[in-house]
């Protein structure tokens, strides 16, 4: 015979042999009974109909039980039905999740959540699957047992980085009621719903997870690709003014058009763009702008002071290619080529507590200049930052003292190396 029928069977006679018991129970106490204890046929008469109901509860419950789970078994049979699931969160988020799922669910009457145990406890309204019970008001079952609701309990385990959660759904009837009566399957219908409401919550989240990391992705590959082509131009009039200041020279003073000359290459050299070239250093960036700074001296003469405060040890220091650039032609352009009579440009850079600040400052014409840009690559300073070191890397731009404006960026103290693999 087949093993779900057997099963079927077993229990079937389970409840019948239970509610057997009960009704002989019952008969001798009403047998007992002077002056009507004589009287048989009403004890046999709700005996008879006890029974037929009884029997026809447990099929009806083996049908449902069927035709929701698919098979037959010890376990979907059961009236209080437990599960274990692993939400891949930290315990807080993950009972968030779990508290959520449970008020979804339909007649739902009553929940309490308790965040600090890590504990939600509900009640649960028990559908009428078929409609009224047989036989309404008069049905015996519902004198003896009433219609229980069912209830839940869930209770989240803290693990690493991910909760376990422990759910139980039963009636809210005492389990010896288990040997008389049926929940039609509603217990294992509100624990397949929990557990598909956490699976959908969970996927939801991967997918909203996946989402932000391919727009992040994206973002990054935009601004990468926005500097690559910020790092492979030079600027046109930059390269024609040094060209034709270096063809000027070569007539009356060869050795410093030969010293510029000597410049731009250096310079030239440093800006042409490198396939693997995702992060640069400190020390790199430091003589791209040296030799920026350099040929403008030859350009500017005495209206262009520099100044260069660099410790050895922090030119290792992992920094995007293009970053400082950004910041030494902002400091000329807008603060000292403006002013008749020049300026000084300032590179510092210290270290303290894990951290490298690299200041470029200026005493030109500040914020008050008429030539201030549009500020865009000031944002894509920021913007290269944020997408090379998440929240651990700033820019900021303040007015220097007494003149001039100061634009600092602060990165974390590692290496190139130390950098890419991060």
């Given at each position: 015979?087949?093993?779900?029928?057997?099963?079927?069977?077993?229990?079937?006679?389970?409840?019948?042999?239970?509610?057997?018991?009960?009704?002989?129970?019952?008969?001798?106490?009403?047998?007992?009974?002077?002056?009507?204890?004589?009287?048989?046929?009403?004890?046999?008469?709700?005996?008879?109909?006890?029974?037929?109901?009884?029997?026809?509860?447990?099929?009806?419950?083996?049908?449902?039980?069927?035709?929701?789970?698919?098979?037959?078994?010890?376990?979907?049979?059961?009236?209080?039905?437990?599960?274990?699931?692993?939400?891949?969160?930290?315990?807080?988020?993950?009972?968030?999740?779990?508290?959520?799922?449970?008020?979804?669910?339909?007649?739902?009457?009553?929940?309490?959540?308790?965040?600090?145990?890590?504990?939600?406890?509900?009640?649960?309204?028990?559908p009428k699957s078929y409609g009224e019970h047989s036989l309404g008001r008069w049905n015996p079952l519902l004198w003896w047992f009433g219609i229980p609701r069912n209830q839940i309990l869930a209770t989240v385990t803290p693990g690493d980085d991910s909760g376990s959660v422990t759910l139980i759904c039963e009636p809210e009837s005492p389990a010896w009621s288990d040997w008389f009566l049926v929940d039609d399957a509603t217990n294992y219908e509100n624990a397949e719903a929990i557990t598909r409401a956490i699976s959908r919550r969970v996927a939801e989240r991967r997918r909203g997870e996946k989402a932000d990391a391919a727009q992040t992705a994206t973002e990054k590959e935009l601004t990468v690709a926005r500097l690559n082509l910020l790092h492979a131009q030079v600027e046109p009039h930059f390269l024609y003014n040094t060209l034709a200041s270096a063809q000027l020279l070569t007539r009356g003073d060869p050795a410093r058009a030969d010293e510029m000359l000597g410049h731009l290459i250096q310079y030239l050299r440093h800006s042409l763009p490198s396939a693997d070239e995702a992060m640069s250093t400190l020390g790199a960036e430091l003589e791209r702008a040296i030799a920026y700074l350099e040929i403008l001296k030859i350009r500017m003469g005495p209206r262009l002071g520099v100044q260069i405060d660099v410790p050895e040890p922090l030119r290792a220091t992992a920094l995007p290619p293009m970053m400082l650039q950004v910041l030494v032609e902002n400091a000329i352009k807008h603060g000292l080529e403006p002013r008749t009579g020049g300026g000084t440009v300032w590179i510092r850079a210290r270290g303290s507590d894990g951290e490298v600040a690299v200041t470029v400052a200026d005493d030109g014409d500040g914020f008050n200049s008429r030539t201030t840009g549009t500020g865009i690559g000031l944002k894509n300073v920021r913007e290269r930052l944020r997408l090379a070191f998440g929240g651990t890397a700033s820019l900021a731009v303040v007015a220097n003292f007494p003149a001039g404006v100061a634009a600092t960026i602060s990165v974390p103290a590692r290496s190139e190396r130390e950098a890419v693999h991060a």
């Open positions: 015979m087949d093993p779900p029928v057997i099963k079927s069977i077993f229990f079937v006679l389970r409840l019948a042999i239970a509610w057997l018991l009960a009704i002989v129970l019952v008969a001798s106490l009403w047998s007992s009974l002077p002056l009507i204890g004589w009287i048989e046929w009403p004890v046999v008469l709700a005996g008879m109909i006890t029974m037929a109901l009884v029997v026809a509860g447990a099929l009806s419950h083996l049908g449902r039980v069927r035709l929701i789970a698919g098979r037959i078994d010890k376990s979907t049979l059961a009236n209080r039905q437990r599960r274990q699931v692993e939400i891949p969160f930290e315990a807080g988020e993950a009972f968030d999740l779990l508290d959520a799922a449970i008020r979804e669910l339909p007649r739902i009457e009553h929940v309490e959540s308790a965040r600090d145990s890590l504990q939600v406890r509900a009640r649960v309204g028990r």
